[in-house]
């Protein structure tokens, strides 16, 4: 595992600004700020990507399988029902980990199902921003135990 990609899907970019009582009071660009050094300070490379769109979304993962070792998918409410994001995660070959902020299985009923859970290696939800943190865990242990 040498380079890492972290994603982000819609309204993640207001991290600080929308509804903190949920999501935290960190802004987006210090809770990245987060997620780089953590992943320097295991030795290796991380870019972070966010967007909106879904198509956008799709296009990265795509991009990421010839790029990437591993991505850490917060794929905000895309996570409920997006089954064109859940195939393109199943079309490459990279492990991804799904994570989210909060708890999605302690909040509305739509939030508790995932339709990309079962083409990622894992999901980690509900540790606020410590979740994409322990994403990268989780791809280093996928990693030392495929080895
Ligand atoms: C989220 C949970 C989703 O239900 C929600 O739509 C988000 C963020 C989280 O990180 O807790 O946008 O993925």
């Not at 296009?59 to 850490?72: F, N, P, Q, S, T």
């Not at 996570?79 to 199943?90: K, M």
């Not at 909060?102 to 290696?121: L, Q, Y």
Request: aromatic share 8%.
């Amino acid at each position: 595992m040498k380079k890492i990609l972290v994603m982000h899907g819609p309204n993640l970019n207001l991290l600080g600004e929308r509804e903190p009582g949920i999501y935290g009071n960190d802004s987006y660009d210090s809770v990245n700020n987060e997620i780089v050094e953590y992943v320097a300070s295991k030795g290796l490379k991380c870019d972070v990507f966010q967007s909106n769109h879904e198509g956008a979304l799709i296009d990265k993962l795509h991009e990421a399988r010839k790029i990437y070792d591993g991505i850490v998918l917060n794929a905000g409410a895309y996570t409920h029902y997006s089954y064109a994001i859940r195939d393109a995660i199943a079309a490459i070959k990279i492990p991804v980990v799904e994570v989210h902020l909060s708890d999605i299985h302690a909040r509305e009923g739509f939030r508790a199902n995932s339709v990309i859970e079962e083409v990622c290696i894992k999901q980690i939800s509900g540790f606020g921003k410590k979740s994409y943190l322990l994403g990268i865990d989780a791809l280093l242990d996928f990693e030392e135990n495929r080895n």
